[in-house]
């Protein structure tokens, strides 16, 4: 079986969930801080993604183990959390849940707020390969191992690194999540969600600054966002999002976001500007 290279930082499952009624969506990348490219349209196979994202080393030999058994499992069970959730609102009933269903969507959460290019991608695997090649320069005993490897020998490892260490379990954000309880957010008929390569919104930001006093904001279509939150008590179930509410979350994700997508132009050239919701 060829070794898959382009691993999509955005599950294609959940980019799917925004698809206009031509089956694609309209995406644009940040040029620098201040600036988008032009938006066009593009299939989810085609939109956040990057070449050997999760590409680690096995044998001395480049493995694509971690997407194929790691990430392909976790998506799938996004694309099942969201049918069933979708299921449950086209009956007309709230989604309400808890135990054991609460607990395998904050692991999902937990693990997306990782795998975010916007995060992870922060780190360079040149960078990290760098680094440790000057680790092993400042131990005598090992400096013959550099003979070995080449530069892009060392960046291969730093990818590595970057790779494993995403996709492993953290606790220390699970456990922060462990109070929370899940609200859904509703969009008005003529407000949407976009959707940004953060996936997961941080009321404050930054992932480090994560406390039990933040609110996690989700966004699964146009129309809905998943919302945890600390703070549930006298917070319905269901909340309809006034235009200001779409407009806040949607201007977040683009402050924090290095790639956007909607299914509608309109929409993402206004966000993109910093304008509307």
């Given amino acids: 079986m060829a070794r898959s290279k382009r691993h999509h930082y955005v599950p294609q499952v959940l980019s799917r969930r925004f698809l206009d009624v031509h089956g694609k969506l309209w995406y644009s990348e940040r040029i620098d801080q201040a600036a988008f490219s032009k938006p066009a349209k593009r299939t989810p196979q085609g939109m956040f993604w990057e070449r050997n994202y999760n590409t680690t080393v096995i044998d001395g030999l480049p493995s694509d183990q971690i997407e194929r058994d790691f990430w392909a499992p976790v998506d799938s069970e996004l694309g099942e959390f969201l049918t069933e959730i979708e299921e449950i609102f086209e009956a007309g009933r709230t989604p309400s849940l808890g135990g054991a269903s609460l607990a395998g969507f904050k692991e999902l959460v937990a693990a997306f707020l990782k795998r975010s290019i916007d995060i992870g991608g922060r780190y360079s695997p040149t960078d990290i390969g760098n680094e440790l090649r000057d680790r092993i320069l400042g131990d005598a005993r090992a400096v013959s191992v550099l003979d070995a490897y080449s530069p892009q020998e060392f960046e291969r490892f730093g990818r590595h690194i970057r790779a494993v260490a995403i996709a492993h379990r953290s606790e220390r954000i699970l456990n922060t999540l462990r109070s929370y309880e899940l609200r859904w957010a509703l969009a008005g008929a003529k407000d949407s969600f976009v959707l940004g390569s953060r996936m997961v919104l941080i009321s404050g930001g930054a992932l480090n600054a994560m406390s039990g006093g933040s609110d996690i904001i989700f966004p699964l279509s146009?129309?809905?966002?998943?919302?945890?939150?600390?703070r549930f008590v006298g917070v319905p179930l269901r909340m309809e999002y006034?235009?200001?509410?779409?407009?806040?979350v949607n201007s977040e994700m683009r402050k924090q976001s290095k790639a956007l997508a909607s299914h509608s132009r309109e929409l993402l050239r206004s966000v993109i500007r910093g304008r509307s919701s």
């Fill in 222 to 230: 146009p129309k809905k966002a998943a919302v945890l939150t600390p």
């Fill in 242 to 248: 006034s235009r200001g509410m779409v407009k806040n």
